[in-house]
């Protein structure tokens, strides 16, 4: 494509490191649709000789048909998807092939490509976040009344709702999904025209390209359009945050699944045996969504690394953009999949998360709390008056729930009868109706609205 002015072909191992083709044919799509956008206004603008632009259209057609068909040739020799496009359209048409690079450059070309790609991730990695979101809140839904232990320090902390619990990842993926949302807008405007750095000097219509291609808007400046990959790195920085949401509720699934805990188990479609250790089931999945997510970062500071240093406009070092992306991509679509997979069928201890967050002594704020209502006591001693009524509940062996009133007035006489009315976990959890509280009608709230959010985006 270039050879004009070299003596010698390059050397293998140039041909090598300089190839792309072997991870950029995944655009091959995107490459085909941008070339078609490129030469219909060539065609349209008079650059290009209608029936010229045609055929090349109808040839990018056949390509595209064999693409398909036989999948994308890798010979590094051509490079690039962009330079094997353009050498098998050759083949299909002939020499009238040459004209569809008139007025652009492999730079706006590859940046456009790019975000076309990079704009179908976001659109099918929210399709997957919206998965989610449903199994999270039908699960949700099924378990509003479902008491279990909240924890701050992984310690028994408060009695929350298993539905609450999960209500939370709904808050977090809702704002994954806003983040890409926010990208997709951002990168939604089209490099083509910008050619290889300055502009062309051909009269190109760069409004129709950018509409035929789904985007709002050209580009602005020419040299910002073929250097920026701010698109890619808003992707991979929504989708690093998005993965360590994951991950999070991976990890409380590995250890609600572990036997000290027993809060869950998952299904046998999404647990693993052990090839020496016939009892076990592990939770391979949820951990290789944990671990995942450390790939998945690991994409975001590689590209970060590559871009800053680079001066205007393309270098090389450019190329690099994609693998990081890609394999982000692969591992954020294949993460969300399973997760919504473990969501969807895991099997939730409601017995056991019960018994655990009546065992922790997890009503005594609601004890300190009612010595504040019902005795006007000042909340700091109220906490300590409670503290002291715990360490009774303790050296007594039983719950807080448990002792007798005698017990309680021993320690202050401002304690009656009507206490008892606080101290279950399930008057704990319904006393919760601050709004965002954990209370069953809080969750059952927040559980439609957030039905009424997905219907809107
Ligand atoms: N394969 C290249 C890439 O992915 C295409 C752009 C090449 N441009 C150039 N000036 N060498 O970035």
Redesign the pocket.
Known sequence: MWGGRFAEGPASVMREINA?IPF?KRMWRQDIAGSKAHVAMLGACGIVERTDADAISAGLDRVAVDYEANGVPVDLAL??I?MLTEARLADAIGPVAGRLHTARS??DQ?ATDFRLWVRDAIDQVDAGLVALTRALISRAEEHADSVMPGFTHLQAAQPVTLGHHLLAYVEMIARDRSRFADARARMNRCPLGSAALAGTGFAIDRAMTAKALGFDAPTANSLDAVSDRDFALDYLMAATQCALHLSRLAEEFVIWASQPFGFVALSDQWSTGSSIMPQKRNPDAAELVRGHAGRIMGCMTALSVTMKGLPLA?S?D??DD?PPVFEAHDLLALSLAAMTGMVETATFRTQRMREVASAGFSTATDLADWLVRAGGVPFREAHHITGRCVKAAEDAGTGLADLPLDTLAAIDARIDQRVFDVLSVDASVASRTSLGGTAPARVREAIAAARAALEQH
């Open positions: 792309s950029d490079e690039d962009h492999r730079n590859v393309y090389k450019m190329q994609k």
